[in-house]
C-alpha cells in the first residue's frame, strides 16, 4: 500500500469494537448473530493517514468462512496465513455472475469485512452504470464497464462528504497500459465460464473488483497494490485468478 501525499501517519487504534475480557466469551461479546449463530468481528491493528484521509486496518474472523475452509483439505481450500477463518480485510466489489458469461444478469454486492451490501442498478445509459445501495447511504456508485471501444473495467463510489473510493485499477490511464492487480478474473468463451478443450475465442472477464485508491476533494490519495495468483485455462491460453 502506498500514498501520494507528503504526510506519512501509521498509528494504532484508539479502541476496539469489542471488548476482550479474560475468557472466549467476553472475546466475542456482541459478535453473534441471534438469528443464525453465527460469529464475525473484527481486530483493528493499525490506521494509515494522508493528511484528511484515514484508513483502518483489520483481522477479521468468521466462523461461517471457518467451517467451509475446514471441509477441504489445503490443496483445494488453503488456509489463509492469519489462522483458520481469519482474513485481512480488503473492501471490493463482487459479482454474482449465475455461472453465465453475460452481464446481463449479474448481481453485485460491495463486500467490506463482514458487511455485505447488495447494489442495484437504477441507470444502464451513456458509458457507465449507475447504482443504489440496497441498504440505503448517501452515496453515488458508478460502474464503468469494459466496453468494444474502451479499457474501462471499474467502479467509483462517492461519499457524502467528497471522498471517491476506486475499486479495480482501470486498464490505461492517460494512454498508458497498467497492470490489472486490483481485479480478479474468470474465463469465459461466450456464455461458458470456465476451462475447455474446444477450441474457439475466449475473454477474461472481472468478477472481483478490490480497493485501489481513496482519495478526497483536495487530491490526498492512498493507493493499494496487490499480489495475485493467476493459472492457465485448457485452451486457448487465458489466465484465470485463482
Not at 49 to 64: D, E, F, K, P, V
Not at 110 to 116: K, Q, R, Y
Not at 134 to 160: A, G, L, Q
Amino acid at each position: 500500500m502506498t500514498q501520494e501525499s507528503e504526510e506519512d501517519v501509521v498509528s494504532l487504534p484508539q479502541s476496539t469494537p469489542f471488548n476482550s475480557g479474560e475468557s472466549i466469551e467476553g472475546l466475542i461479546q456482541g459478535a453473534i448473530n441471534e438469528v443464525t449463530g453465527k460469529v464475525a468481528f473484527s481486530v483493528p491493528i493499525a490506521s494509515i493517514s494522508a493528511r484528511t484521509l484515514s484508513y483502518g486496518i483489520s483481522h477479521n474472523y468468521s466462523n461461517q468462512g471457518a467451517f467451509k475452509r475446514a471441509q477441504h483439505i489445503n490443496q483445494y481450500g488453503a488456509t489463509s496465513s492469519l489462522g483458520l477463518g481469519w482474513n485481512l480485510s480488503v473492501p471490493k466489489i463482487v459479482a454474482d455472475n449465475k455461472q453465465t458469461g453475460t452481464r446481463e444478469d449479474d448481481d453485485f454486492y460491495l463486500i467490506d469485512g463482514s458487511n455485505s451490501t447488495k447494489l442495484i442498478c437504477t441507470n444502464r445509459d451513456g458509458l457507465y452504470w449507475e447504482f443504489q445501495a440496497e441498504k440505503y447511504v448517501p452515496w453515488k456508485f458508478y460502474f464503468y464497464p469494459n466496453n468494444i471501444d474502451s479499457y474501462d473495467d471499474y467502479w467509483v463510489i462517492t461519499k457524502e462528504d467528497g471522498s471517491t473510493f476506486h475499486f479495480g485499477d482501470p486498464n490505461i490511464i492517460s494512454g498508458v497500459p497498467r497492470p490489472n492487480k486490483a481485479r480478479e478474473f474468470i474465463v469465459r468463451r461466450g456464455n461458458w465460464i470456465g476451462s475447455s478443450k474446444q477450441a474457439g475465442a475466449s475473454s477474461q472477464q472481472t468478477v472481483v473488483w478490490n480497493l485501489y485508491k481513496i482519495e478526497d476533494q483536495w487530491d490526498n490519495s492512498l493507493s493499494f497494490f496487490y499480489d495475485r495468483v493467476d493459472d492457465l485455462s485448457n485452451y486457448p491460453l487465458r489466465k484465470h485468478t485463482e
